[in-house]
């Protein structure tokens, strides 16, 4: 599968944004997707998944009620919602997709990433 994210920009702390990323290639139904963040001199850390149905979601504490995950297995997108955005969430945003039944936590478990599209949030 190839993935292809868009979205990021410079938005104002307490502002918001939504990334999205286009599949193609295989069935889209067939993986779970999620959303990485990767900060300068940072290692890239997990943000939300959500599995293949759309039925459960997941997210890391540092986001949780202020970004959804969502997906649309028609048009082979998924999409990440964020608001309330702060400094700290400045990195570039991946997408990923997850083939195996494995923990959506674990950066090693997807199969396909993204290029990335960087957020900045200025304070």
């Known amino acids: 599968v190839q993935l292809q994210a868009s979205g990021g920009g410079l938005v104002q702390a307490g502002g918001s944004l939504r990334l999205s990323c286009a599949a193609s290639g295989r069935t889209f139904s067939n993986y779970a997707m999620g959303w990485f963040r990767q900060a300068p001199g940072k290692e890239r850390e997990f943000v939300a998944a959500?599995?293949?149905?759309?039925?459960?979601?997941y997210y890391a504490d540092s986001v949780k009620g202020r970004f959804t995950i969502s997906r649309d297995n028609a048009k082979t997108t998924v999409d990440l919602q964020m608001n309330s955005l702060k400094p700290e969430d400045t990195a570039v945003y991946y997408c990923?997709?997850?083939?195996?039944?494995?923990?959506?936590?674990?950066?090693?478990?997807?199969?396909?990433w993204g290029q990335g599209t960087l957020v900045t949030v200025s304070s």
């Open positions: 990923a997709a997850k083939f195996t039944f494995s923990s959506y936590y674990t950066r090693s478990n997807y199969d396909a």
């Open positions: 959500i599995s293949r149905s759309g039925g459960s979601t």
